[in-house]
């Protein structure tokens, strides 16, 4: 035992890309046994992942299950793997939606040998940005998901796919492009990438060592600062960086939107609070107010261009920004209250910070749930506007509800899983950023407002004659796609009405970490 | 007296093509055989070199030492270090995979390999030679089949003109050199009375700091021009347009290697002071040509015109590593010059395989090849990955130390520098998008063959070379840097 004990994270690591390349061996023929070999192999590492959880020492301080080896000497880069309650929790999310993205693909069969090596790599790269410890690694796996996800859009995604995946693709690298010359900069003046050592030299350091003389410490800590945001801002996304997001999510294949919205948006929100709030916490305490308005914004404009869309998908995708913009008004919150010494103030923060992370969890759950169920009603009629849907709840009562329940989550109906982190996220926040608490409790409103306008039109309103009878009838969801919204309903349930056993694993990253 | 592995692998490919060309002309498939089985050879020694160089010893290894004209000092001295390993060995994967892709050459195929073998004769003699009148030499015979390669299986358009235009260049800018290292050869005799050409005794030579700064640059500007470097770069990209698909391989992976080879170890660690001088006029320029080589690159619409010009940005980006003059810079320098040359190599086959199916590299003409040619898709894909610099390709390995080393000296050249990496993500994401996977134009339906397993071969063993690199460095980093300790101690540095 000691050895799955001590190469736990490695092995939940790599072993979605061992099972690609046990796929690639495979015969692009055997449609079905690819497809199974992928779900299957997609569950080891959520066993494992499993077996982390149980295996978590919620007393233990700092990274946990830590791995470290020799990677690049040269520059003084190590392989350096470790999780606590923030990566676990985020582990958990990858693991669990991937074999869900997997399963929900089962009706793909274009070229499906290659369309699960790539999900399988992505979760790769994806997992291991969660749990690098050197900032080299994190930002090796954070370009590599690009790969993946950017032929996902591009190859299996709808009519304007090479625009949308290509305006990701440079959208992100381009944001990234600060963060590559900031993580240059930082392995230049500290001689190593890694973190656990960073958090302690970087807020602390006076001088640049290494570096010309006339830089100034504090300018180039508030740009570096600058140049990590922008990075972590387009992926989250925040306004005004979102809008390679509607475009990516519109065009990207079901599963493709799912771990999209799921997974990805969160590693920015990830490096939120795995880098900047560490990092730079005075730059970050300067700049909380820039950061609050940012996400006030987005969760204002998210929920304003929401309910302006006619198609069902963009609807779903602008709802993201939306929901983000609650995790980065958690973190800026957290930001502000940075040194301190109100009492108050040292009370609420945790609470903001606890919310936050549990809204990205949770918003994995509800937009994943969601992008499938507009994939699962795209599917049968061919199209996402909402003009053409209305009335068909008595077609597809199943799907009906599970459309109901979903949407009820993402709006953040009490007893389900969104109230209780965008709650949690409010009430932190409230003492901290009064002004712009309320202002994004006012965009709640019009949060409730699009999803209403959702549902109404897809299931009420006069039925539309066209998907009732012949060749277009709607047939009701089906067994596999059940399965894929099971998982993910249990879940928001769970968290909705017994949030504590995920609360405590992020408590104590909040406590340990700030 | 000890195995002469390098001789042997210097010789090797001169002696082949002499002998192909004592076959008969008409029996092409049996100077292919022979042509491969040279190659083969050719690979299996410079790995062998690869893997037993020590790089906990350091220093120049396998060296071998005989007096050619004593009288003037000049001999015939080899050696590698570990600056010029990986380079030895890149050259050998060059050859093998170009006289793979080059198997369905039917216009007097023996001449051809005949040509490309001495040219690949001199280029592994630039890289191990340890005396300054050899490494002219075979400079020379390196660049001379050049043109009669380009000008007779180049392509029809343009073959004369680029061909001339590329030995005027490298002509020029080798005589220069050539000035440089006479100069070099005289007060070193009058410095310590030794008249020699060789390169470890021009080492210790004292040469004045005035002096120095004198001579590095037309001896550094001399040889960087092979190098692409900007502003005497524009013969490249025609080069390689005009070139027969192996000679843009060589051309390309190899060739523009000599050129900052040649500048870094003459230039460089012969007139340290000099290079001090003059590093940041180098780096300016080095600067330069990374970002305008992008920038024009992405406003191409003939591939090959598109990869030339990637070439040049990133050669530029060597240049740029060269020029720090301090460990990181280096080190990502000699890689980057590796991970270069065989993604450069792969681009230009894959160019090749699909102008030989398509007749024309114009990308507005080309679509779909990805259905009818996955193979050479994904060989394209993984080389532009590692174009883009994407973590997990070798490109990323060296590009990384080599910006990291120019924050240690400039700051704002390192940022300036960086916009190229989203340009070359953009023109190369744009080039895969467009040739190989939009609908194909209707002028092209059914006359597509996928390629064949030789392709294949060569697709294979470059993808796996680059992907090793990117994913365990220290197969090929820690060697590097200790050729870059050599170097170091030279510019009397840590």
Known sequence: MDFI???????????????????????????????????????????????????????????????????????????????????LTMVLLTTLLTPLAILAS?????????????????????????MALDLLIFFVFWEIGLVPMYFLINQWGS?????????????????????????????????????????????????????????????????????????????????PFHTWLPDAHTEAPTAGSMILAGVLLKLGAYGFLRLILPLYPEQALVYAGALALLATAAIVFGAFGSYGQTDFKRLVAYSSVNHMGFVVLGIAAAAAAYGSTDPVVQASYPIALNGAILQMFNHGLSAAGMFFLVGVIYERTHTRNLNDFGGLFPLVPVYGGILIFTSMASLGLPGLNGFVSEFLVVRGSWPILTVYTVISMLGLLFTGAYILKGIKSVLHGPLNEHWAHGEHKLTEINFREILVMAPLMVMILWIGVWPVWILNVINKAVVSLF | ?????????????????????????????????????????????????????????????????????????????????????????????????GVLISWGIEDRPREFFAFLFILASGVFGVFVALDLFQLFFFYEIAVFPMFLLIAIWGWIVTREYAAMKLTLYLFIGSVVSLVGALAMYWVSYQNTGVLSFDMLQLEQANFSEQFQIIWFLPVFLGF???????????WSPDGHVAAPTAVSMFHAGVLMKLGAFAALRVGIMLLPQGAQFWSPLVMTFAAIAVVYGAFIAFMQEDMKYMIGFSSVSHMGLVMLGLSTLNKTGLTGAGVQMFSHGVMTALFFAVTGMIYDRAHTRQIPELGGMSKVMPFAAIGFIIGG???????????????????????????????????????????????????FFRPMPENLEGHITDVNVLDKVAIVTVCVLMIVIGLFPRVMVPMVQTGVDNILRLLGGA
């Open chain 1, 5 to 87: 004990n001590n190469y736990l994270l490695s092995l939940i690591l790599f072993s979605p890309t061992l099972v690609a390349l046990v796929i690639f061996f495979l015969p692009k023929d055997e449609m079905k046994f690819i497809r199974w070999t992928a779900l299957i192999g997609s569950l080891i590492p959520f066993a494992l992942t499993l077996v982390l959880w149980s295996r978590f020492n919620l007393n233990g301080s700092g990274f946990q299950f830590q791995e470290q080896y020799k990677w690049y000497e040269a520059i003084n880069s190590t392989f350096h793997l470790g999780v606590d309650g923030l990566s």
């Open chain 1, 106 to 130: 089962f009706n793909i069969s274009d070229r499906v040998k290659a369309y699960m090596m790539l999900f399988l790599f992505l979760e790769t790269g994806m997992l291991g940005v969660f």
């Open chain 1, 159 to 239: 009519a304007n796919r090479n625009y949308a995946s290509l305006k990701f693709m440079i959208y992100t690298m381009g944001g990234s492009l600060g963060l590559l010359l900031a993580v240059q900069m930082l392995g230049v003046v500290f001689g190593t990438y890694d973190l656990p050592q960073l958090y302690e030299l970087w807020p602390a350091a006076q001088t640049l060592s290494n570096l010309p003389a006339w830089l100034d410490i504090g300018t180039v800590k508030t740009v570096a600062f600058w140049a990590f945001v922008i990075a972590f801002a387009v992926k989250v996304p925040l306004w």
């Open chain 2, 1 to 97: 007296m000890t195995f002469p592995i390098l001789s042997i692998i210097v010789f090797t490919p001169i002696v082949a093509g002499m002998l192909i060309l004592l076959m008969p002309a008409q029996r092409k498939n049996e100077v292919r055989v022979m042509a491969l089985a040279a190659a083969t050879f050719a690979l299996l020694l410079s790995i062998w070199v690869y893997f037993t160089y020590d790089s906990n010893a350091a220093g120049y290894q396998f060296q071998e030492t005989y007096n050619w004209l004593p009288a003037l000092g000049i001999g015939y001295h080899v050696g590698v270090d570990g600056m010029s390993t990986p380079l030895v060995l890149l050259t050998g994967v060059v050859m093998f995979t």
């Open chain 2, 224 to 234: 960087a021009v092979l190098g692409g470097i900007w502003p005497f770069h524009n």
């Open chain 2, 385 to 435: 990955l590692v174009s883009m610099g994407m973590p997990g390709f070798s490109g990323f390995i060296a590009e990384f130390p080599i910006f990291m080393g120019v924050w240690y000296v400039q700051p704002w050249v390192a940022i300036i520098a960086s916009i190229s990496i989203v340009i070359t993500a953009a023109y190369i994401m744009r080039n895969i998008r467009d040739v």
